[in-house]
């Protein structure tokens, strides 16, 4: 369990205020998002139900593959809108309500694309998350060093990049039921005569990844 002083943000307004307009832009750079589509490629299947919450206006779902369901959540109702993979959306400040209007057991899949940082009661999220998904569902927690800071809780600032993978298999640890959490952790290398030349290196990709344990009610009949 986090402390109380580990959720504060650097500015504790309502984050209402805070998402009130849009952003159309990507918060990670090309590699990270490439990287992401592959993960989901490798872990997702065709025509199930999937939950990307904390949207925005891209989901970084493979362009090839169609789903069942596909259910957003974000801050921002613009934002939301113009994410054509999603077929329904609801806004909610999960800082204030951390419950979703979801049934349990709904979704094979849910997806926070980095945004987990900003969870400033993430155990009560993570159960949530659990809740929804069906047996053997997947959970993907992806992230990079990039944040809003000051929207950031004190825990994630404070941590190292692998102090922050920690603290993610800890949100999944405070679960019962959860799989062993398996992390991904990827740096983007320049060669080193291309960093002379001032080229840059690109985003770190880090994803936490956990099922929720048993087996699911279609495994069971076709058994």
Do not use: C
Request: aromatic share 14%; no cysteine.
């Amino acid at each position: 369990m986090l402390q109380s002083s580990q959720r504060d943000k650097l500015d504790n307004t309502d984050d209402t205020f805070f998402y009130d307009f849009p952003r159309f832009v990507t918060h990670v750079d090309e590699g990270f998002i490439q990287q992401l589509t592959n993960l989901y490629r490798e872990r997702l299947k065709p025509q199930t139900r999937i939950f990307d919450m904390m949207s925005s206006w891209v989901s970084h779902l493979p362009d090839e593959m169609q789903f069942e369901h596909v259910e957003g959540h974000g801050m921002n109702a613009e934002e939301l809108a113009k994410n054509l993979r999603l077929d329904h959306y609801f806004v909610q400040n999960l800082n204030q309500n951390q419950q979703f209007p979801l049934p349990d057991q709904s979704f094979d899949a849910v997806l926070n694309t980095v945004s987990v940082q900003y969870l400033q009661y993430p155990e009560a999220v993570f159960a949530e998350i659990y809740r929804v998904l069906k047996p053997g569902g997947v959970a993907i927690v992806s992230f990079s060093n990039r944040m809003f800071f000051q929207k950031a809780i004190q825990a994630w600032r404070d941590a190292s990049e692998a102090g922050r993978v920690e603290l993610v298999k800890s949100y999944f640890a405070s679960v019962t039921g959860f799989s062993e959490p398996e992390a991904i952790a990827r740096s983007f290398n320049v060669p080193s005569f291309l960093q002379m030349l001032g080229v840059p290196g690109g985003d770190p990709f880090y994803a936490v990844i956990a099922y929720r344990q048993g087996i699911s009610e279609n495994r069971q009949l076709e058994n």
